[in-house]
């Protein structure tokens, strides 16, 4: 990885889901002064607009046409990202599980990715920004001056996924299963899967705690920092 601190710092942060990227992207986001953008907040506003609409989730063309009238808004909030679909706030309905898994089906149609990074595009132009998802290394910001890929065992990141969501939610055998349903979609589609970027550090954190993994992807930014000096 080359450090070219000479446009604004971008720092990838790609994963599976439930390997913590989006708590890790918000502290390191805070400690650096950067935006911090959630880009499967994006797919999942998508996929819930589907969902509003009865469109069918795998008809390429009609979502096509479903995005040309569909406006998304993130708004860097201190913990995560308010999330706007056509000006309505959503950031909890796109949560729910018949989102979730809505998301990871929208997202393998080329087009609708398209629309997705020319958007993250724009939204990191001006300002240095902290971006997670599952292309952002690869495909969003390919020179992107920190690419980290934040991994874990799936039954480690089922555990996690559970306890996030509560009591009275989906058992934990339900959270594995759909978890790993989700990470087969991203790890397997033609366009932009789910792989690290050949110059992103791989960080398994199975075995580590949050505060572990913050502290070496600070260390990761510090390091890249100092090189753009
Ligand atoms: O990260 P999050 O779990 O919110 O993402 C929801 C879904 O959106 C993922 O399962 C994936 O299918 C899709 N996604 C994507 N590319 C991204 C971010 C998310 O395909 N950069």
Redesign the pocket.
């Known amino acids: 990885m080359t450090a070219n601190l000479s446009s604004p710092l971008v720092v990838a942060i ?1 994963g ?3 390997a913590g ?2 708590t890790v992207a918000a502290r390191v986001a805070a400690r650096f002064g950067l935006l911090n953008l ?7 506003a998508f ?1 819930l607009k589907a969902i509003q609409t009865d469109s069918d989730l795998d008809d390429r063309e009609e979502l096509g046409r479903l995005a040309e009238r569909t406006r998304i808004r993130l708004l860097p909030a201190p913990l995560g990202n308010r999330v706007f679909l056509d000006d309505v706030e959503v950031t909890k309905r ?2 729910e599980p018949d989102v ?1 898994a809505a ?6 149609h080329p087009a609708i ?1 398209q629309w ?1 990074v020319s958007m ?1 595009r724009q939204l990191g132009a001006s300002s240095g920004i902290v ?6 290394g690869t ?2 910001f390919p020179d992107a001056q920190v690419k980290i890929f934040l991994d874990a065992a799936a039954e480690v990141r089922g555990q996690r996924r559970y306890q996030q969501n509560g009591p009275g939610a989906l058992p934990a055998e339900s959270v594995l299963e759909q978890l790993r349903e ?2 087969r ?2 790890r397997t ?1 033609a366009e ?1 899967p ?1 792989q690290p970027a050949s110059d992103a550090v791989i960080i398994d954190s199975t075995d580590l705690s949050l505060e572990q993994v913050v502290a070496r992807v600070e260390a990761i930014v510090s390091e890249r920092l100092g090189a753009g000096d």
């Not at 998301?103 to 393998?108: E, L, P, Q």
């Not at 971006?131 to 952002?136: A, N, S, T």
Request: charged fraction near 40%; hydrophobic fraction near 30%; avoid cysteine.
């Open positions: 790609d599976p889901a439930g990227k989006s959630e880009s499967g907040a994006m797919y999942r996929a796109i949560r979730t998301a990871s089906r929208v997202s393998v990715r997705m993250q971006m997670e998802g599952r292309d952002i495909k969003v989700r990470d979609r991203d589609r932009s789910l």
